[in-house]
Antibody, heavy 120, light 106 residues
Framework: QVQLQESGPGLVKPSETLSLICSVSGASISSYNWNWIRQPAGKGLEWIGRIYNTESTNYNPALKSRVTMSVDTSKNQFSLELTSVTAADTAVYYC??????????????WGQGTLVTVSS | DIQMTQSPSTLSASVGDRVTITCRASQTISSWLAWYQQKPGKAPKLLIYKASILESGVPSRFSGSGFGTDFTLTINSLQPDDFATYYCQQYDSFVTFGQGTKVEIK
């Protein structure tokens, strides 16, 4: 059974960098696609990006200039960094697992989500 | 970018009703469409993928159809557990979600 768990600061100051980690159990981080999705309170889902084959990435064009994703195979974790945050980046951030390979896939497994608030 | 437009935004229905939600893509996405159910405070749950394939464990009252740009999610005989928000997702080119449809009690 695959389990994903997001972790990181719940409060980030404007203009600083948001950093989150997703810890994975039950699946190898070296396989599959690993994704980040966010959801502002009361709003819809926004795809942030994915990492696959441990180093290949695709990012939402609207966020691309500020996003970096990476994998730590020794810890079976993947991470998200979002720079120069503003209040508009306040959201619940989810990590999710999808299929393997370069195609895009639906998300069969999700973390529980973590709320990140951007405020001074 | 592929835009996904869901309708309606809100739907009021009663237990036992048949409910239909539509999702339209701004360009053809073949069958690369998924539907999710989300309840307050929870992560989305995959219901259907590749437009019409029911995910394991999902009740058979849920069904999906469509190809190209127009898709539907149908819930036959709505149950109390089905009151939630539903999202479509295209995964043909990158990933985009619809804005969601809230199914509420009439």
């Amino acid at each position: 059974q695959v389990q994903l768990q997001e972790s990181g600061p719940g409060l980030v100051k404007p203009s600083e960098t948001l950093s989150l980690i997703c810890s994975v159990s039950g699946a190898s981080i070296s396989s599959y696609n690993w994704n980040w999705i966010r959801q502002p309170a009361g709003k819809g889902l926004e795809w942030i990006g994915r990492i696959y084959n441990t180093e290949s990435t695709n990012y939402n064009p609207a966020l691309k200039s500020r996003v970096t994703m990476s994998v730590d195979t020794s810890k079976n974790q993947f991470s998200l960094e979002l720079t120069s945050v503003t209040a508009a980046d306040t959201a619940v951030y989810y990590c999710a697992k999808s299929g393997s390979g370069s195609s895009f896939y639906p998300y069969w497994d999700w973390g529980q989500g973590t709320l990140v608030t951007v405020s001074s | 970018d592929i835009q996904m437009t869901q309708s309606p935004s809100t739907l009021s229905a009663s237990v036992g009703d048949r409910v239909t939600i539509t999702c339209r893509a701004s360009q053809t996405i073949s069958s690369w469409l998924a539907w999710y159910q989300q309840k307050p405070g929870k992560a989305p749950k995959l219901l259907i993928y590749k437009a019409s394939i029911l995910e394991s464990g999902v009740p058979s009252r849920f069904s999906g159809s469509g190809f190209g740009t127009d898709f539907t999610l149908t819930i036959n005989s709505l149950q109390p557990d089905d009151f939630a928000t539903y999202y479509c997702q295209q995964y043909d080119s990158f990933v985009t979600f619809g804005q969601g449809t809230k199914v509420e009690i009439k």
